[in-house]
């Protein structure tokens, strides 16, 4: 049940990241964060979801600007460790 619903949401999630409405909240957020908040890099740049709970609905709190490298490496890194709520100190510790 827990993977139909994961399978489920990954899908909506795809869709979701090509609207309309995605592309004006990246907009904003690449505005006011241009580079990368771990190491600074400006390319390539993807914007991480810290939470699925305000999905269609974010603010900025729920979303961090990450290059590349970095946003794979809170991905593995979070998949051997769990999310933290204290994941942004994390994320300048461990990266
Ligand atoms: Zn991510
Ligand atoms: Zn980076």
Not at 66 to 78: D, I, N, P
Request: proline share 3%; charged share 25%.
């Amino acid at each position: 049940m827990l993977l139909l619903r994961k399978t489920y949401l990954k899908r909506e999630y795809q869709t979701y990241l090509k609207s309309a409405h995605w592309k004006k909240i990246q907009k904003i957020v690449y505005s006011q964060n241009p580079r990368c908040y771990v190491g600074n890099e400006r390319y390539p740049l993807n914007i991480h979801h810290t939470n699925y709970e305000n999905l269609y609905n974010e603010s900025l709190q729920d979303l961090v600007v990450l290059c590349e490298f970095h946003h794979k490496a809170l991905h593995s890194w979070a998949k051997m460790r769990g999310w933290k709520p204290d994941w942004r100190d994390c994320l300048k510790k461990h990266l």
